[in-house]
C-alpha cells in the first residue's frame, strides 16, 4: 500500500471518515503493521486501530493520561508505545491478537520508569527492546541522548555515543537510523 493510501485510510486528511467511530481532534502519530493490514494511529489521547482499507476506528486504550507515539513489533505480536498515564513520558507495550479494527489487546506493561520525558523510536531488530531518545542526564547541557529498554525489564543502557532522536534499526539489526 502507498503512503498517500495509508494517510487517506488512517483518516489523516479530514476526520470526516473517522466521525462515525467517535474520534475527534487531532490525529496523528500512525504505524502501520508488519503485514500492512492494520494502522494504529495517536487521537483524543489514545491509540486507536483501524485496517488499512479503511472502515470504523477501535479504541485500543482508554486512560485519562496521554498516549502518542506507537511502533509495532517486527512479528506484529507487540506495540510499543509512550504515555504520561503514570506522570512523565514513559514506555509502554501492549501484548496484541489480530488484525484492522479488530485487535484485540491482550496485556499492558510498563517498560521504563523515569522522570525524564522519553521519545520513542521503535523495537530493535530483535523485538526485545524499546528504543528510545531522552535527555537523562538535565544537570549538564547535553542534547537528546539514545537508548535501549529491554522489554522484560532490565536496565536501560545508551545505544550510541552519538546524540540523537527517535532511533531505529534495520531488520538485521546493522544500522541505526536516527533523526
Known sequence: ??????IVAAGLIGSAGLACAGVSGLIQYPSVSPDGRTI??????DLWSMDAKGGAASRLTVHPG????SAFSRDGKKIGFESNRD??????????????????VRSLDRVTVSDR??????FNAEGDALLFSASI???IYR???????PIDGGAVTPISAAYGRMPIETADGEWTYFN
Open 87 to 104: 506522570g512523565a513520558q514513559n514506555l509502554y507495550t501492549l501484548s496484541i491478537e489480530g488484525s484492522g479494527n479488530s485487535v484485540l
Open 143 to 149: 542534547h537528546v541522548s539514545m537508548y535501549e529498554a
Open 1 to 6: 500500500m502507498d503512503l498517500r493510501k495509508m
Open 66 to 69: 496521554i498516549e502518542t507515539r
Open 137 to 139: 542526564y538535565p544537570e
Open 117 to 122: 520525558t522519553q521519545t520513542l523510536g521503535g
Open 40 to 45: 494504529v494511529f495517536s487521537a483524543d489521547g
